[in-house]
C-alpha cells in the first residue's frame, strides 16, 4: 500500500512543486536523524525494522546531507540552537551495532560528516541477543501456526504467512508495556510456548561494536552518548533501575573513551518511555543534553534540552521521501 507521505514526496519530486515549497516555507532550527542500522538485512534473522538504510542509500543521503545543511556535530548543538536561523542537521545511531563501525563509520568520514552514536554499553561489555532481536528469531523460527490468547498475549497470535511480521509486531508490543523485571520471564515463556528455545548466544557474534572500535571512530571524529546499560524502557522501570542504568553506562563510556559524556537518548524513546525519574537521574549524573524518538526538528532556541527531537530514518524511506523529510520535516516526520 502507497502512504499519503509516499504520495506526497513522490509528487513533490516529481512536479517540482518541492522546489517551491523548500524556497517559500525553509524550516530553521536544527534537525537530528535517527538511524540503527546499516546494511541489507534480507538474509538475517533479526529484527529487519532496526536496519535504517542499505550502504548505497546511506551514501546518498549523507552527500545530499553533507551539499544541502550545516551539519553539525554534538559540541556544536548549543550554538546551533541559539542562532535564529539556520538549518543545521545532526546525524545520530542508537545501540552501537557492529554495522556502524564497519559501514557507517567509512561513509561519514569520506564526506566529512560527523556522527553520534548513542551506546547500551551492556552489548559492548558483554556481546548478547537484545529482546526485539530475540523476538524477531523467535518469530521466525517457530513452526507453531498460531498461539492462544493467555496471561501474557491479550490477543491470539497468528505466524501463519504473511500474518508472522503481525504476529512479531504483537509480541514486540507486549515487551514494550511490561515491566522491565517479567521480561526474562516472558521470553522463558515464549521460548517453550513457541517450541523453539532461547536465541542462541551465537546469534550475536559480531553484531555488536568493541570498545577499541568506538576508540577508532572517536579518533576520526565522531562522538558518543549514552543509551542506558540493558537497554530497559526506562519508564518501565524504577525510580532507582533508572538511575543506575542512566549512570552506569556513563561512567563506562567516560572509562573507555576518557572524554566526558554529555548526551543522552532514551531506549524506545517515545514521550511515555520516559519520565520524571529519568530527567531527575539524567541532571543528577551531569548529562545535558537527551535525544527523544519523536517530534520533526527543534526549532531556534528550543528550550527543551531533556526532550530533544529526533526524526527516524527507517528502511522503507526511499530517497525521494528522504529528500521530503529533510527539506520540508514539520510536513514529512
Ligand atoms: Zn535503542
Not at 64 to 70: G, K, L, Q, W
Not at 96 to 104: I, K, L, R, V
Amino acid at each position: 500500500m502507497i502512504s499519503k507521505r509516499d504520495l506526497l514526496a513522490h509528487s513533490l519530486d516529481v512536479t517540482g512543486i518541492g522546489r517551491m515549497l523548500r524556497a517559500a516555507r525553509a524550516w530553521n532550527g536544527v534537525l537530528v536523524l535517527n538511524y540503527h542500522r546499516i546494511g541489507d538485512p534480507s538474509d538475517s534473522w533479526l529484527d529487519h525494522n532496526l536496519w535504517s538504510a542499505t550502504a548505497e542509500d546511506f551514501e546518498w543521503q549523507v552527500a545530499f546531507i553533507a551539499r544541502n545543511f550545516d551539519v553539525i556535530g554534538l559540541a556544536d548543538l548549543e550554538h546551533a540552537l541559539n542562532q535564529p536561523r539556520g538549518q543545521f542537521v545532526m546525524l545520530t545511531f542508537d545501540d552501537g551495532y557492529h554495522d556502524n563501525f564497519s559501514t557507517a563509520f567509512p561513509i561519514l568520514k569520506s564526506h566529512g560528516v560527523p556522527a553520534t552514536f548513542f551506546i547500551a554499553t551492556g552489548f559492548i561489555d558483554s556481546p548478547h541477543v537484545p529482546v526485539w532481536d530475540e523476538l524477531a528469531w523467535m518469530s521466525r523460527t517457530t513452526e507453531l501456526p498460531f498461539l492462544a490468547e493467555n496471561d501474557w498475549l491479550p490477543s491470539p497470535v497468528s505466524f501463519v504467512g504473511q500474518n508472522r511480521a503481525q504476529g512479531f509486531r504483537q509480541l514486540l508490543t507486549v515487551y514494550r508495556t511490561a515491566g522491565s523485571e517479567l521480561i526474562g520471564e516472558y521470553l522463558d515463556f515464549l521460548a517453550d510456548a513457541l517450541g523453539t528455545g532461547r536465541c542462541p548466544a551465537a546469534m550475536s557474534d559480531g553484531q555488536w561494536m568493541t570498545w577499541d572500535m568506538l576508540r577508532e571512530m572517536q579518533a576520526g571524529g565522531m562522538t558518543f552518548g549514552g543509551h542506558t546499560v540493558n537497554h530497559p524502557i526506562l519508564a518501565n522501570s524504577t525510580a532507582d533501575q533508572q538511575d543506575w542504568e542512566v549512570g552506569e553506562c556513563r561512567r563506562r563510556l567516560m572509562e573507555e573513551l576518557g572524554q566526558p559524556i554529555d548526551a543522552f537518548s532514551y531506549p524506545n524513546g517515545k514521550p511515555c518511555d520516559f519520565n520524571e525519574f529519568t530527567r531527575a537521574a539524567l541532571k543528577h549524573h551531569g548529562y545535558r543534553w537527551a535525544f527523544s524518538f519523536s517530534g520533526s526538528y527543534c526549532p531556534p532556541n528550543y528550550a527543551d534540552h531533556f526532550a530533544l527531537c529526533r526524526t527516524a530514518i527507517e528502511t522503507d524511506i526511499d530517497l525521494p521521501q528522504f529528500r521530503a523529510v529533510t527539506t520540508l520535516p514539520q510536513v514529512f516526520s
